[in-house]
């Protein structure tokens, strides 16, 4: 059976102090759920607190993004290895808050997961389609070729273990949520897609979150979806009492 994974993308939210007030109050709420993995993303400069912070409690580390190469003259960027350094074990690659403000395309992203793979970071890959691919009927196509190149050169082995989230860019910080049938719908044909790439079992095995206007009051019936292991929660995510609501009806 897979594991639930609700994973809190802080985005560009919280400097050091109201990191550590935000972990302290998650702690102090968070009720461990048996099938339940959590994670949170704080952004870089506030990672390595963090690790110290929730070395007590079961709540595991992601960061943001993360530069392909190994180190040298990539000015503002941060390696794999850094991560690793200060206790990250995931890395949330290609969020399309990337890929459209800041022009990440699914070669650099394919880039960034084979080397998170091989540094033994578990990448959170992230994929979707915006309104006009969904009102156009291009959704599919979009999410599939997102899929292939994002994936390119992956074996199964080095796949396994590796989440994916599905974030259609129309419900991100929008409080449109995808209703639960139309998420389930996309996240049956990337599992499928994942058959086909890969083999069935990679495609039972994997952890496929939702993300996009995840809140407390929506979560259970998205979550409760066959085909749905958990969220990737952005704004809900800065609050303690929202974020662990979403973990309790997870
Ligand atoms: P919101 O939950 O704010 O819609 O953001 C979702 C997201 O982008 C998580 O990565």
């Known amino acids: 059976m897979r594991k639930k994974v609700i994973a809190g993308n802080w985005k560009m939210n919280n400097d050091l102090n109201e990191s550590i ?24 400069t506030s990672l390595d607190r963090a690790s110290q912070l929730i070395s007590d409690a079961n709540i595991s580390l992601s960061a943001q993004n993360m530069c392909y190469e190994d180190s040298g003259a990539f000015t503002g960027a941060i390696s ?9 074990e995931y890395v949330i690659l290609g969020h399309s808050e990337r890929r459209t403000l800041f022009g990440e395309n699914n070669g650099d992203v394919n880039k960034k997961m084979k080397k998170a793979i091989s540094s033994e970071l578990t990448p959170i890959f ?55 049938d ?23 095995n994997t952890v496929i979150q939702y993300g996009g206007s995840v809140k407390p009051e929506n ?26 609501g979403i973990i309790k009806n997870a």
Not at 80 to 88: E, N, P, Q, R, T
Not at 130 to 148: A, C, D, F, W
Not at 155 to 177: C, F, H, N, Q, R
Not at 220 to 243: M, N, R, T, W
């Open 21 to 44: 007030s935000l972990i302290k109050s998650i702690k102090e709420n968070l009720v461990d759920r048996d099938n339940v993995k959590v994670i949170i993303a704080p952004p870089f």
């Open 80 to 88: 794999a290895s850094m991560l690793k350094s200060v206790g990250c």
């Open 126 to 180: 992230c994929i979707g389609e915006t309104l006009e691919e969904r009102e156009s009927g291009e959704m599919k196509n979009v999410i599939e070729k997102q899929v292939r190149e994002g994936l390119d050169g992956i074996s199964e082995a080095e796949l396994s273990g590796a989440i994916l989230a599905y974030e259609p860019v129309w419900a991100i910080g929008t409080g449109k949520v995808a209703t639960p």
């Open 182 to 204: 139309q998420a389930q719908e996309v996240h049956a044909f990337i599992r499928n897609l994942l058959k086909e790439l890969y083999s069935e079992n990679l495609a039972n």
């Open 219 to 244: 979560a259970a019936e998205l979550i409760g979806q066959p085909d749905i292991d958990g969220a990737l929660v952005g704004g809900a995510c800065l609050k303690a009492e929202s974020f662990v």
